[in-house]
Structure formats: C-alpha cells, structure tokens
Nanobody, 116 residues
Framework: QVLLVESGGGLVQPGGSLRLSCAAS????????MGWYRQAPGKERELVAM???????NYSVSVKGRFTISEDNAKNTVYLQMNDLKAEDTAVYYC??????????WGQGTQVTVSS
C-alpha cells in the first residue's frame, strides 16, 4: 500500500482560495494516475480532478476552470489549487493514487469548509 498524507484544508470564505497537498510514500513516477475526490455530508464520494501518468487531466464540471491539479516529482507530492471557492465545495477531500501493482490507495482526508 502507498501511504498518502494530505494537508492544506481549512475554513475559507466564499471566493477565497486553498491549496491541498498530498505527500506520497513512493515516487509519483510509479503511479498510473493521481487524483482528488471529495465527499460532502449525505452525499457519495465524487471525482474532483485526476492526473494521469501521461499528463492528461480530467476535472468534474463543477470545478473546471476554478481548480487545478499539479505535481512536484521531487517532493512526491500532488497538489490541488482551489480558487473562487463556493459553499458547495465544502466537503472532505481525499487524495488517491493508482499503482500498477499495489492498486488504489487513499489518504485520510482533509476537511474544506467554505463559509462566511
């Protein structure tokens, strides 16, 4: 299993920004894909953004144009830059990676609350 440690969540006002970080215990070069999901109270976990090993990105319609997923190979870290945050972005955000042999791993989650 891959250990993933998320950070960067918190309370922010509508229109504000946050950057989530996800530090992996293995080189991110070994992953087929890396991404972020979120789960709001009473709702199912949903995909927010995904980055493949080939450099392709995929965003949910609700965050496209506001969120950006990126990576830092030297730090084995994946980021999610979130701008123009809205109340409906409030959720627990989970980092996930897909490794060809280990399979899919998840972080513990970090809370993002958007409120005035």
């Amino acid at each position: 299993q891959v250990l993933l440690v998320e950070s960067g969540g918190g309370l922010v006002q509508p229109g504000g920004s946050l950057r989530l970080s996800c530090a992996a215990s293995r080189s991110i070069f070994s992953f087929n894909a890396m991404g972020w999901y979120r789960q709001a109270p009473g709702k199912e976990r949903e995909l927010v953004a995904m980055l493949t090993a080939g450099g392709n990105t995929n965003y949910s319609v609700s965050v496209k144009g506001r969120f950006t997923i990126s990576e830092d190979n030297a730090k084995n870290t994946v980021y999610l830059q979130m701008n123009d945050l809205k109340a409906e972005d409030t959720a627990v955000y989970y980092c996930t990676v897909l490794h060809s042999r280990v399979g899919q791993s998840w972080g513990q989650g970090t809370q993002v609350t958007v409120s005035s």
